[in-house]
């Protein structure tokens, strides 16, 4: 089993920037892709940003590229989502999920494991 702790949200106005940290616990051998997803009030929830755990290459939904940065500390097994340029739209939720399988999936069954999630609340 894999635990996975995202810290990091809060409440900030349009322009500014939070860094998201996913810390993972557990089992973290078994992991291969580290993914960002975000759910907004009254909207699915959609894929933000991933990496792969060993070798760090990194994939980024569009809403994400150029605004968002997805990194991770593999000594430390904590995912990071650096985000700037925030705007009133990147409020959600922010979860952080696992998943043991190879190449890029953003489909939510293909990540087994994920965490209670943190709240982002841009302001403009």
């Known amino acids: 089993q894999v635990r996975l702790v995202e810290s990091g949200g809060a409440s900030v106005q349009a322009g500014g920037s939070l860094r998201l940290s996913c810390a993972a616990s557990?089992?973290?051998?078994?992991?291969?892709?580290v993914g960002w997803f975000r759910q907004a009030p009254g909207k699915e929830r959609d894929g933000v940003a991933q990496?792969?755990?060993?070798?760090?290459?990194?994939d980024y939904a569009a809403s994400a590229k150029g605004r968002f940065t997805i990194s991770r500390d593999y000594a430390k097994n904590t995912v990071y989502l650096q985000m700037n340029s925030l705007k009133p739209e990147d409020t959600a939720v922010y979860y952080c999920?696992?998943?043991?399988?190879?190449?890029?999936?953003?489909?939510?069954?293909?990540?087994?494991?994920w965490g209670q999630g943190t709240q982002v609340t841009v302001s403009s």
């Open positions: 557990g089992n973290t051998y078994s992991i291969n892709r």
């Open positions: 990496i792969s755990y060993g070798a760090g290459i990194t």
């Open positions: 999920a696992a998943r043991r399988t190879y190449g890029i999936s953003w489909r939510e069954a293909d990540f087994a494991y």
